[in-house]
């Protein structure tokens, strides 16, 4: 465990498991996975499922990315708006892809039940409006979702029921999600683990792969190359998200890995906590620049903001988001912050999943841009579609056209860094 690892309270509330022995030699397997995060996880799963061999080869440990650091928000929909995808891809595609997003969280749910999986599944998600121009857009989100996506399942919450659910006076108006949710990140990833081990997927770890060979015919295996050995397989699905570095120079155009912080106060105790959120949702502001918090199974505040254009920086982040929760929840300034941790978002320039192919059996997702909870079990099981035969939906996610970000390697993150100013100064407003 690395300094960084002590400071995430998802890690230090789990009994670690022993990590699987890394790869050593030469091995050969219907499928090789890269990356033990959910969407590889989920992807291994779902293959084993359909009898598959699979290898899982992660870099570091289970959970080191995002799943495993992340604020733990179950969030509906993409991290981009729908009209987004509307005009990508078109009403019909984008009607498709609305409904992959709600069956993901079925699928959560179903995944949580079916493996028995303890990590705090909570129901309730709300998105928080701070200013007049939020509250009409979130009207217009619930018209246009039960109108044009027949999704039900939304409430417009105004300012005086709000205050009854969150104490705090920032907020003027919410949009209640009862499908959407709450959970602890690093549980379900490595209950995921548990559930791929059982149904036969070989999880290697402390795994780097620094080289593929990806295969040009589909009769012809694809190679992933570690310091210690080799993975050869008919199939391959690379799902390294933000850490997934410039492995792929194509893939790693597409994205820029952005830091984001959360931070876990002392435990509140039941009482105190409860009378934060009364409804025990998680919560996310509209802001470009977002506050989002919820309340752990221990009853802490765990509260995620404050972005880093410039990588995970050494700035001192329990500082800083001590500094938001006292803005949110003023009286909570004397609580103490007990874990501050980052990680790396991996965001798209539309703010789309990043999804396609390599070669003619190799494949990838990335690029959930913030909102991976729910989208990366689903798009693990899309890509056991697409390996057993069934390319349609995966596929549709394929076509989602992608612009590489501007500047090009040295220039894009001053670029990004004047465009977030930008957007600081649209939340002023
Ligand atoms: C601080 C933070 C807060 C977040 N909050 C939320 C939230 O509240 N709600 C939400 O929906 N989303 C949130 N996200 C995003 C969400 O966590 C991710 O979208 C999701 O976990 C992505 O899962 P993944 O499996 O695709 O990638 P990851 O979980 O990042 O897993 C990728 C894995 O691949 C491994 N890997 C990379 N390269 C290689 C290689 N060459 N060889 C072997 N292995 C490799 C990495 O070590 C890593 O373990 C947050 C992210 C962060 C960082």
Not at 14 to 37: M, N, S, W, Y
Not at 150 to 166: K, M
Not at 387 to 397: H, P, S
Request: with cysteine.
């Amino acid at each position: 465990m690395d300094q960084a690892d002590e400071q995430n309270f998802y890690y230090a509330s789990t009994p670690r498991p022993e990590l699987h022995a890394p790869l050593a030699g030469d091995e050969v397997f219907d499928v090789c996975v890269i990356g033990g995060g959910i969407s590889g996880l989920s992807a291994a799963l779902h293959l084993a499922e359909r009898g598959m061999r699979v290898a899982l080869l992660e870099a570091r440990h289970l959970g080191y990315g995002g799943s495993g650091r992340s604020g733990g928000q179950c969030i509906l929909g993409y991290a981009c708006e729908m009209s987004t995808l509307e005009k990508a891809v078109g009403m019909g595609d984008a009607r498709r892809m609305w409904d992959v997003a709600v069956e993901g969280m079925q699928l959560q749910r179903e995944l949580i039940a079916r493996h028995s999986i303890d990590c705090d599944y909570t129901a309730g998600h709300m998105i928080l409006g701070l200013k007049r121009r939020h509250d009409q857009a979130l009207r217009e989100e619930l018209d246009s979702l039960a109108t044009r996506y027949d999704y039900h399942s939304l409430r417009l919450i105004g300012r005086d029921e709000l205050r009854t659910l969150i104490a705090s006076q920032r907020y003027s108006s919410a949009l209640y999600d009862s499908n959407g949710g709450h959970l602890h990140p690093y549980r379900y990833t490595l209950g995921l683990a548990r559930a791929a081990a059982s149904a036969g997927v070989r999880i290697f770890e402390n795994s780097w792969v620094t080289r593929l060979d990806v295969a040009q015919s589909s009769t012809a295996d694809n190679l992933a190359h570690t310091v210690q050995g080799t993975v050869r397989a008919r199939h391959l699905l690379v799902a390294g998200g933000a850490l997934l570095g410039r492995l792929i120079p194509t893939l790693a155009n597409k994205l820029m890995d952005i830091g984001t912080y959360v931070a876990a106060t002392q435990p509140l105790g039941e009482e105190r906590a409860r009378a934060l959120i009364t409804n025990n949702a998680a919560a996310a502001d509209m802001n470009w620049i977002l506050d989002y918090f919820r309340l752990s199974a221990d009853y802490r505040l765990l509260f995620g903001g404050r972005v880093s254009y410039s990588g995970v920086d050494p700035f001192d982040s329990a500082r800083v988001l001590r500094s938001r929760i006292a803005k949110v929840f003023p009286q909570l300034t004397e609580a103490r912050i007990e874990y501050a941790w980052g990680g790396f978002l991996d965001i798209t320039l539309n703010r789309a999943p990043h999804f396609g192919r390599l070669g003619p059996n190799a494949w990838f997702v990335q690029g959930l841009s913030g909102h991976g909870m729910v989208i990366s079990g689903i798009a693990g099981k899309l890509v056991s579609e697409v390996i057993g035969g069934t390319a349609e939906r995966f596929d549709m996610f394929a076509r989602i056209p992608h612009r590489d970000f501007p500047g090009g390697a040295h220039l894009r993150r001053p670029a990004l860094v004047l465009a977030m100013l930008w957007f600081r100064i649209l939340d002023l407003l």
